[in-house]
């Protein structure tokens, strides 16, 4: 009886070690599965992001494409705006011109501006970067323009107030400086318009000029 007693005893540890290890191997089974399955599910999760940035890359580069077609197209607009300008010679629309020429000018300088802003985003995407140099050069052929415009609007703007306003309110030397700074401007621009035979910009110019003159004659009873 007492060798049965010890024998039972000695059964039962082992049985317990059986039980702890196996428990063990069931947590530690456990635990790999579900760390593979964390993985699994990250790398879905990465390639689904990744799926998710090449679409929204391709979207933009798409985006970029279609918005460097519609600047090409808008630029070409502003050409054959600018170039407008050779064929008017209404003086009697001075302050109208003027405005308009402003516009124009002010439309190239953000055309400019977002011309940078395209080449920024061609340059992000590793896409050769777009030389818009027809930008500077409308700029350059519309500058005479701009300053025909500007110097007959100034001057029969202040043509009225000089005859008609207040002689005591009237700087004699400003009056003076400025008629002197017109005629050197228009004479430049009217060498320039006859070497380009631009006949209606130089008949704008030539009549400034003449008008110029006339007031001239009565500098020394405005300005006295």
């Known amino acids: ?44 999760a990465m390639e689904a992001n990744e799926e998710i940035l090449m679409d929204n890359n391709n979207k933009f580069m798409e985006e970029l494409q279609q918005e460097q077609e519609a600047f090409v197209l808008e630029l070409q607009a502003l050409a054959e705006q600018a170039a407008e300008f050779k064929q008017f010679s209404d003086v009697d629309g001075v302050e109208s011109r003027q405005a308009q020429v402003i516009q124009t000018q002010e439309s190239l300088d953000a055309a400019k501006e977002r011309g940078k802003l395209i080449n920024s985003r061609e340059a992000l995407f590793g896409w050769p970067v777009t030389q818009y140099d027809q930008i500077r050069q409308v700029q350059k052929d519309l500058q005479p323009y701009v300053d025909l415009w500007t110097t007959a609007y100034e001057f029969m703007s202040a043509l009225p107030i000089w005859l008609d306003g207040s002689f005591i309110e009237l700087d004699p030397q400003q009056v003076e400086d400025q008629v002197t700074g017109w005629s050197r401007t228009l004479k430049k621009l009217r060498i320039g318009f006859e070497d380009g035979k631009l006949s209606h910009p130089l008949s704008v110019c030539e009549n400034m000029l003449q008008r110029l003159a006339n007031f001239e004659t009565k500098l020394p009873i405005v300005t006295r």
């Open 1 to 44: 009886m007492n060798a049965t007693s010890d024998a039972s005893r000695m059964v039962t540890p082992v049985k317990s070690r059986s039980v702890t290890s196996k428990s063990r191997c069931d947590g530690e089974f456990s635990l790999a599965c579900s760390t593979r399955a964390l993985r699994a599910e990250v790398d879905r």
